[in-house]
């Protein structure tokens, strides 16, 4: 069942005295992945109301890992451009395509964008798919 307001659910586990400080931590850590970071306040408040300052490192360091914990407005999330598979034949238990697949499909073809993929080579124009580049 999915959690409607996770800020009520999360206050009492954070506000009971029988849980340790590590498991008040892990307790932030899944409210901000599961909404993908947190303003800069709230972090402040749920830190000194729960009172772990000293530890608060172990959550804001998650951003050298690339995790949004505090999340910006100001940009939406790139979306990766899904191919149509309506017409495809799909078994009885995997009806979900995953995005990797369209993107392993796309690197194939040589379709990926240079400026969201830089790192993958492009394929010289003589290549004939007879050898590895």
């Known amino acids: 069942q999915k959690v409607k307001d996770s800020m009520r659910v999360l206050l009492p586990v954070l506000l009971n005295k029988s ?8 307790a932030i850590l899944l409210y901000i992945f599961s909404t993908n970071g947190t303003t800069q ?39 990766y451009p899904r191919r149509n598979r309506s ?6 238990l995997s009806r ?6 369209d993107v392993m499909e796309d690197a194939i073809e040589n379709k990926l964008d240079s400026k969201d993929w830089p790192y993958c080579s492009r394929c010289p124009p003589t290549w004939n798919g007879s050898g590895a580049v």
């Open 87 to 92: 017409s495809e034949e799909t078994f009885q």
């Open 19 to 26: 849980h340790d400080s590590y498991d008040k931590i892990r």
């Open 41 to 79: 306040e709230n972090l402040d408040k749920l830190i000194q109301n729960v009172q772990i300052e000293s530890d608060s490192d172990m959550i804001r360091n998650w951003k050298y890992l690339d995790v949004p914990v505090i999340s910006s407005f100001v940009a939406p999330q790139h979306k």
């Open 96 to 101: 979900w395509t995953p995005v990797i697949k």
